[in-house]
């Protein structure tokens, strides 16, 4: 089945660090713009960072920018989500997905976009 994997949550103190990761299975990263989508209970997702298939074409959502950094690996198949200066509010849990348009290589800003999210890992960060 073609997929993503995320992984790299946990539990960490205010202050500190997590880098995520989201592997494509079957699925190419460098082919698509891929988010990372956050939820946390009783609230909304949340599109927090994205890069497009044009690796300069990069958004993030002003409560994490200046904190995290998305990249991605062509190599290993994979894009990357560091996490610096982690708050408690970051506290959810953490979905990478695909967007594509043919012949658009920008990015993409609203969830709708998205398709094919992972199944998640939980990041947790103590006060």
């Known amino acids: 089945q073609d997929q993503f994997v995320e992984s790299g949550g946990g539990l960490v103190e205010s202050g500190g660090s997590l880098r995520l990761a989201c592997q494509g299975s079957?699925?190419?990263?460098?082919?698509?713009?891929i988010g990372w989508i956050r939820q946390a209970p009783g609230k909304e997702r949340e599109l927090i960072a994205c890069i497009g298939r044009d690796p300069s074409s990069i958004y993030y959502a002003e409560s994490v920018k200046g904190r995290f950094t998305i990249s991605r690996d062509n190599g290993k198949n994979t894009v990357y989500l560091q996490m610096n200066s982690l708050k408690p509010e970051d506290s959810a849990v953490y979905y990478c997905?695909?967007?594509?348009?043919?012949?658009?290589?920008?990015?993409?800003?609203?969830?709708?976009?998205?398709?094919?999210w992972g199944q998640g890992t939980q990041v947790t960060v103590s006060s």
């Open positions: 997905a695909k967007a594509y348009i043919p012949g658009y290589n920008g990015g993409y800003y609203h969830i709708s976009d998205f398709d094919s």
């Open positions: 079957g699925l190419s990263v460098n082919r698509y713009a």
